[in-house]
T-cell receptor
Framework: NAGVTQTPKFRILKIGQSMTLQCTQD?????MYWYRQDPGMGLKLIYY???????DKGEVPNGYNVSRSTTEDFPLRLELAAPSQTSVYFC????????????????FGSGTRLTVV | AQTVTQSQPEMSVQEAETVTLSCTYD???????LFWYKQPPSRQMILVIR??????QNATENRFSVNFQKAAKSFSLKISDSQLGDAAMYFC????????????FGTGTRLTIIP
């Protein structure tokens, strides 16, 4: 019963490098999300997906890309890393909102701390 | 767009005492959900309590309870009999009952428990 698994937990990137943050959930949730959390701030939505093959931008999508080829996986791609992307990244999932399911919160991964130098 | 405001960046409480964390939100919707999440130093986001806007009764989970004032758009969290393990960042969050399930977070309140 893993829930939401994020890898890696920590990463240091040089400016201009690229990387993919991995996220996998085993709960068959149809909704998945990527958030970033900057120091002293709340979480801001980067991208989200309502199902396999469907993704959409959140509040802060610039510099990121996502794909959702399967229900389980929702990787986040950073192209040309910049110091402004230094943050903690959280992946989360939830089930479709309808009836009693609608009041369920998210299930979060444990986060990836990314530093761009 | 919905906004969530937590006006207390930091709070502290003596162990075994009661503390209340404040949260206000702005929305034009009538049907929505509110949540409190706890983030300990481990960084894990843990759901503490949730409230459906259509319910007048305030939610309670053991030592955690909320004071939901829909007209005032206020959603405070009360922690009774505070314990050392309650020390964490607490985030208030809003989610519409329709649409794509996005959570909007406040900026958080850091709670310190004084032994």
């Amino acid at each position: 019963n893993a829930g939401v698994t994020q890898t890696p937990k920590f990463r240091i990137l040089k400016i201009g490098q690229s990387m993919t943050l991995q996220c996998t959930q085993d709960m068959n949730h149809n909704y998945m999300y990527w958030y970033r959390q900057d120091p002293g701030m709340g979480l801001k939505l980067i991208y989200y997906s309502v199902g396999a093959g469907i993704t959409d931008k959140g509040e802060v999508p610039n510099g990121y890309n996502v794909s959702r080829s399967t229900t389980e996986d929702f990787p986040l791609r950073l192209e040309l890393a910049a110091p402004s992307q230094t943050s903690v990244y959280f992946c989360a999932s939830s089930q479709y909102a309808g009836g009693e399911m609608a009041n369920y919160g998210y299930t979060f991964g444990s986060g990836t701390r990314l530093t761009v130098v | 767009a919905q906004t969530v405001t937590q006006s207390q960046p930091e709070m502290s409480v003596q162990e075994a005492e009661t503390v209340t964390l404040s949260c206000t939100y702005d929305t034009s919707e009538s049907d929505y959900y509110l949540f409190w999440y706890k983030q300990p130093p481990s960084r894990q986001m843990i759901l503490v309590i949730r409230q459906e806007a259509y319910k007048q009764q305030n939610a309670t989970e053991n030592r955690f309870s909320v004071n939901f004032q829909k007209a005032a758009k206020s959603f405070s969290l009360k922690i009774s009999d505070s314990q050392l393990g309650d020390a964490a960042m607490y985030f208030c969050a809003y989610r519409s009952a329709r649409g794509n399930e996005k959570l909007t977070f406040g900026t958080g309140t850091r709670l310190t428990i004084i032994p």
